[in-house]
């Protein structure tokens, strides 16, 4: 069983790496925080001299990587999502794929694996710029103040809670890429729910909509929070239903 997964998430690599959107979902957002730190130096030239700022970390870089994060990261995670099942669709894969002498749960759960792990290497992608960045800007110019202050425990546990934020936001994704076929209903559901969660995202309620995650995650590193909330659980819980969601309209699949 352990020998036919392999060989099906082998599959899967073979054909989603050469897909365009796993590269927008895996360098987009670590160039964006390369992007933001080069703006920052930018604007310490143009105002003729770096100022000291209480706690860079987040009132300087993380408040305007976060901003971008909480908007791009969600889009971008839907099209990737769709991406991987859109390759599908093309050439009616579908039926090819469930004639293959390979089951539907490893041909599922190794698709599902591989956009986990792709989320999950994004994520540290993004972790590691944001260390860097900081680290750089520590070096360049000291009296910002980066050096200063051991930020490391709330920068973990934001980009921990954005990754499972992202990995229930892919979940839902994939459940609405396999129920349709067209990219206007999956992308335009995302988009959204990405605008109404940022509406709602004060309502008691906003904490079982996993796009409000995304949102937080400016919340929790501006106040330096770094343990997890009902929010969190609640993304948890949703990836597993949506997971098993998918499994179930994957399969279903196969019978048309």
Do not use: H
């Not at 889009?75 to 469930?98: G, R, T």
Request: with cysteine.
């Amino acid at each position: 069983m352990a020998n036919t997964f392999y060989t099906a998430f082998l599959s899967e690599k073979y054909k989603l790496l050469r897909n365009r959107e796993i590269f927008g979902v895996l360098i987009v957002p670590m160039v964006l925080v390369f992007a933001i730190a080069g703006y920052i130096i930018y604007d310490v030239i143009d105002s003729g001299g770096a100022v000291a700022v209480p706690n860079p970390w987040k009132l300087l870089l993380g408040r305007y990587v976060f901003q971008f994060f909480y908007l791009l990261y969600p889009i971008l995670v839907a099209l990737f999502v769709y991406a991987c099942c859109d390759v599908e669709y093309k050439n009616n894969n579908y039926k090819i794929l469930f004639t293959l002498p390979i089951s539907k749960s490893n041909i599922f759960f190794s698709k599902a694996v591989f956009i986990l792990l792709t989320l999950l290497f994004s994520i540290l992608f993004a972790y590691a710029a944001f260390l860097i960045s900081g680290y750089l800007l520590s070096l360049i110019y000291p009296v910002l103040g980066f050096q200063n202050y051991d930020f490391r425990v709330v920068i973990f546990y934001t980009f921990l809670k954005l990754f499972i934020t992202l990995s229930a936001i892919a979940m839902i994704q994939l459940a609405l890429s396999l129920l349709f076929r067209s990219f206007i209903y999956p992308i335009g559901v995302g988009m959204f729910m990405l605008v109404f969660s940022v509406l709602v995202a004060q309502k008691s309620f906003s904490d079982f909509i996993p796009y409000t995650g995304a949102y937080n995650a400016v919340m929790n590193i501006l106040s330096e929070n770094d343990s997890f909330a009902r929010l969190d659980y609640s993304n948890l819980l949703m990836l597993v239903i949506f997971l098993l969601i998918s499994f179930y309209l994957f399969k279903r699949k196969g019978q048309f």
